[in-house]
């Protein structure tokens, strides 16, 4: 089969990417079709078009909404490797669908593909749960590696920026099109060599220390006793920062739930959720309840939050998070 009919859909950010080079590099697809976006940019499939005869990989976005989609997919003949840790709703069964779907909130899509792999480009993955705020669990499994801590603080690093680079409002608040970041990544088999090789990760690394000082004196808008709000002004930066400023928060406070609340150029929001670190679940739940909501149970959001729903939205938050 020739590379063109190779179509490879993965999210924009760390994970995403993450888990996609440990694959290609363990299965080479020689200019593959590469599909991709914003951290937010789920609907992916549909950018597919209506192809037929395709071998299609799918990595880090939910199932659940891209479903219609994938199912006209497969009827048109194309063959579907699936791969997500995000909620995926009713199972879908097909002769021409491989699944790998694990939410649970420790498994990230870059574990997931390690397991397949059998840890074959496991510092990677290490990378890739960094970049979801798996901290913990980054480490443990770095740690059983037998590597250094020097070591280790370069695949956060790594995980941190890739993540980073995924969030925005627009594509021209990206430094770099996680397609073409991707592509970049893709030259190194060892992170380490990409930690300190690479220009484009240096080029993220000056952004990111610039546009976090810029966040250096936020303060919470709202505080209960089991979670914090806090809301970002409508300014490039903040749409660059606001999912690593939500993780950053989360683990400063691991007991509490954060919600980071960031101004659209149309008035609304866009919200990140985090769930509490000490229990890792219930922000998919809360933001499912909105319209264009959706994640993962540690880490979830509401691409646009009408303003006139921003005090329902609170009292959720506070509901759904109580002390713990």
Not at 12 to 26: K, P, S, T, V
Not at 63 to 89: E, I, K, M, P, W
Request: hydrophobic residues 45%; proline residues 5%.
């Amino acid at each position: 089969m020739a590379a063109l009919d190779r179509i490879d859909v993965f999210n924009g950010d760390a994970d995403g990417i993450c888990a996609l080079h440990q694959l290609r590099l363990h299965t080479p697809r020689p200019e593959a079709r590469l599909i991709t976006g914003l951290k937010r940019d789920i609907a992916l499939l549909e950018r597919i078009g209506p192809v037929s005869g395709q071998r299609i990989a799918v990595l880090d976005i939910s199932l659940d909404r891209n479903r219609d989609t994938l199912t006209r997919l497969l009827a048109l003949g194309n063959r579907v490797f699936y791969a997500d840790h995000h909620y995926s709703g009713q199972a879908i069964v097909h002769d021409l669908l491989e699944t790998h779907l694990d939410p649970s909130p420790d498994v990230c899509t870059s574990l997931i593909v390690d397991r397949l792999l059998a840890g074959a480009h496991c510092l990677w993955a290490i990378a890739g749960a960094f970049g979801d705020n798996l901290d913990d669990n980054a480490r443990q499994y770095a740690r059983s590696l037998g590597l250094t801590t020097h070591e280790q603080e370069m695949l956060a690093e790594i995980g941190l920026l890739l993540n980073y680079n995924g969030y925005g409002l627009s594509e021209e608040d990206l430094l770099i099109h996680p397609a073409d970041l991707f592509r970049e990544v893709h030259r190194f088999a060892d992170p380490f060599a990409f930690h300190r090789r690479s220009d484009s990760l240096a080029r993220l690394r000056r952004n990111h220390a610039a546009d976090m000082a810029r966040a250096a004196d936020l303060r919470p808008e709202t505080a209960t006793g089991g979670g914090r709000v806090f809301r970002l002004p409508a300014a490039a930066w903040a749409n660059r920062t606001v999912g690593v400023i939500a993780n950053k928060l989360s683990r400063e406070q691991p007991a509490l739930a954060h919600a980071v609340l960031l101004t659209r150029p149309d008035g609304n929001l866009r919200v990140s959720v985090r769930a509490p670190l000490a229990t890792g679940r219930g922000a998919d739940e809360l933001c499912r309840r909105y319209v264009s909501g959706g994640g993962r149970a540690a880490a979830a959001g509401i691409n646009r939050l009408p303003l006139a729903e921003l005090a329902a939205f609170l009292a959720d938050f506070a509901s759904h998070f109580p002390p713990l």
